[in-house]
């Protein structure tokens, strides 16, 4: 989110993910992609300036969230392994995990 201010004075956060315009006639108008249109005291360099450094810290967090996750065990292969089926056949007639006619497939991960 982003804080503007209201050519009233109040504030507010807007999400700039809806932006679709800002104009300046001369003043600030932002419009969304819904038809909503707010009007500012920003300049249009100001609202820009806040969209870039909002889209840097996202940016930013996403790279750091990688760099926490990547450990080891997250960057070896993954493998599926079917569920664990019981055999009702054993003596006594118990049920214990069958380990028989268990295969393990490798995957790929995901890239994006």
């Given amino acids: 989110m982003i804080p503007l201010t209201r050519l009233t004075g109040a504030q507010f956060a807007l999400n700039p ?3 679709e315009r800002v104009d300046c006639t001369p003043d600030t108008v932002i ?3 819904d038809g909503t249109k707010y009007l ?3 300049s249009l360099e100001e609202v820009l300036d806040l969209v870039l450094d909002y889209r840097a810290r ?3 967090g996403a790279s ?3 760099h926490r996750d ?3 065990s997250r960057r070896t292969r993954l493998a599926a392994v079917p569920p664990t089926s019981y055999d009702a056949e ?3 007639g118990t049920e214990t995990p069958a380990t028989r006619d268990h295969t393990v497939v490798a995957l790929e991960p995901r890239t994006i």
């Fill in 17 to 19: 993910d809806l932006v």
């Fill in 31 to 33: 419009t969304l992609v």
């Fill in 40 to 42: 500012v005291s920003e």
């Fill in 58 to 60: 996202v940016v930013a």
């Fill in 64 to 66: 750091a969230f990688e």
């Fill in 70 to 72: 990547a450990s080891a």
């Fill in 90 to 92: 054993e003596p006594g």
